[in-house]
């Protein structure tokens, strides 16, 4: 069976106790790899490496870092087809979503932040006759990574490449659920010619190999996707020992449908949104507010394009929905629909775990599910499910429809469709998420800020503000003559 291994120092290494995790297949529930579980040891001599490596990697040109960079986007790109089959088979979803989404995406983090370093300048304040202030931003030195399991490769590159091209060496780890193609980014450096330790990938578990690296005196900074129990975890460990933090949490996002809006559009996008990777996209729109008056006509429209989603193996070409990413997390999701049957909803779709027949009889796949009938205070309108699981919900005035919008702790993502423009600022403007799309999901723009309000988060990712997150200011003032 395989076994991955740890990158430290440039190399492919075992963890030092010898201890490995299994890496389960979703779609059929088989273990088929092992993971480092690693401990403070293994972390340790990544840190170690990593500070050995950042006195000549900062010194870099930023051309020359950003070089590196963009040849390990090459070779992300030469390697498409391994990686998304990779990913499918280690998340569970569709082969055609990791190959179109979350492969290119990583490709294009690491060309953009590779050549956006380049272009990153500081503030002059000049003060005529009197002085020059001018502003020099460091790195920050090493860096801490930690990301989830919903878009493994997507979202560990996002952090990885703005930290390396200002400059800082990292210690990252991915999520544990999903270790695959980390590992396989880590034969990629190495292939590019990265200089050892300047980039350090540690497998294992949250509690040990996370927590470590969250706790180590020398990691000045985390950057962390996942859970928002875990941002909270987080913070209070590294907030003492006054660590930079950036915190990309939770979200139970609204999708807010206006009567004036194009029907067919919405209808077709609102499906990506519900349902794109089972619903587990921290951007998914869980929570769909339809006017009133296009009720009836959005949910028919709606039902019939959920009923022609497939669920099926997520290495076949026509699986519209592939497996959720592990038992707990099934059990965790129909959990929720059991609740939204106690508080009062009525099932419209799905509702039920799908068994599939052949190599699939043992994966975790889910019908996608459909409620109405729910209050927007009811848990299920509040906690987040990240499954696909979705609830329709009416509303007669745009003043409702914010009121019910912002009523959850998140406030990371929202939708809004009308084709009125006045209507579609206000109702922006009035939202509290820290992104809204009008008349479009996923529309994503790399120099955007990227993040969320609230329970949703702490910080901003993309474009300056990564280059922002990962450097420390320093002002420097010249008294003129
Ligand atoms: P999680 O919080 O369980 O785990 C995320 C990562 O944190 C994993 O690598 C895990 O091993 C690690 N971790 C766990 N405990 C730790 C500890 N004590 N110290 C250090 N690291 C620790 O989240 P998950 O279940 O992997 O991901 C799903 C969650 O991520 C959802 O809540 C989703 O909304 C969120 N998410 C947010 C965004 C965003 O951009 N805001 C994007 C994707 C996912």
Not at 54 to 68: C, D, K, V
Not at 70 to 82: D, K, M, N
Not at 323 to 335: D, M, N, P, R, Y
Request: glycine share 10%.
């Amino acid at each position: 069976m395989l076994k991955l291994q740890n990158y430290i120092n440039g190399q492919l290494v075992p963890p030092a106790a010898g201890r490995y995790l299994d890496n389960i297949e979703p779609a059929t529930g088989q273990v088929y790899s092992l993971l480092p579980d690693s401990n403070t040891q293994d972390v340790a001599a990544a840190v170690a490496a990593a500070e050995a490596a950042l006195p000549a990697w900062r010194a870099l040109p930023a051309e020359e870092r950003g070089r590196l960079l963009v040849r390990i986007s090459e070779l992300i790109e030469r390697e498409l087809e391994p990686l998304a089959q990779a990913e499918s088979k280690d998340n569970g979803k569709p082969v055609s979503l990791a190959r179109t989404v979350d492969i290119p995406r990583a490709a294009s983090n690491f060309a953009f932040f590779g050549t956006a370093a380049q272009h990153f300048a500081s503030e002059t304040h000049f003060q005529e006759g009197v002085a020059l202030n001018y502003t020099v931003r460091h790195p920050l030195g090493v860096v801490g990574c930690i990301s989830p399991w919903n878009l493994p490769l997507y979202l560990f590159t996002w952090k990885i490449a703005p930290a390396l091209a200002v400059g800082c060496c990292v210690v990252a780890k991915p999520s544990e659920i999903t270790p695959h193609t980390a590992f396989l980014l880590s034969e990629l450096c190495i292939e590019a010619g990265l200089p050892a330790g300047v980039l350090n990938i540690v497998h294992g578990a949250g509690p040990g190999t996370g927590q470590a690296i969250i706790e180590h005196p020398a990691i000045k900074a985390i950057s962390f996707t996942g859970g928002t129990k875990t941002g909270e975890h987080i913070a209070r460990t590294a907030a003492p020992m006054f660590k930079k933090l950036s915190l990309e949490l939770g979200g139970k996002n609204p999708n807010l449908i206006f009567a004036d809006c194009d029907l067919t559009e919405a209808v077709n996008i609102s499906i990506r949104s519900s349902f794109a990777n089972q619903g587990q996209i921290c951007l998914c729109g869980s929570r769909i507010f339809i006017e009133r008056s296009i009720y009836e006509p959005f949910k028919a429209a709606f039902l019939e394009r959920v009923a022609g989603l497939t669920v099926g193996d997520p290495l076949e070409a026509g699986s519209r929905q592939g497996a959720l990413v592990s038992e707990a997390h099934l059990l965790k999701v129909l959990s929720y629909i059991e609740l939204a049957h106690e508080e009062g909803g009525t099932l419209l779709a799905g509702g039920k775990r799908v068994h599939l027949e052949g190599r699939c009889a043992n994966g975790f796949f889910l019908e996608p599910t459909v409620f109405e009938g729910l209050t927007p205070e009811c848990r299920v309108n509040k906690e987040e499910i990240f499954g696909p699981v979705v609830t329709l919900t009416p509303f007669d005035t745009e003043e409702e429809a914010i009121t019910w919008a912002n009523g959850t702790d998140y406030g990371l993502a929202a939708t809004i469709w009308t084709r009125d423009l006045n209507r579609a600022h206000r109702v922006a403007h009035a939202l509290h998420s820290g992104i809204v799309w009008i008349n479009t999901w996923l529309h994503r723009d790399l120099r955007t800020p990227f993040g969320g309000m609230k329970n949703s988060g702490v910080g901003r990712e993309g474009g300056l503000e990564a280059l922002r997150f990962f450097t420390e200011p320093q002002s420097i003032t010249l008294k003129l003559g």
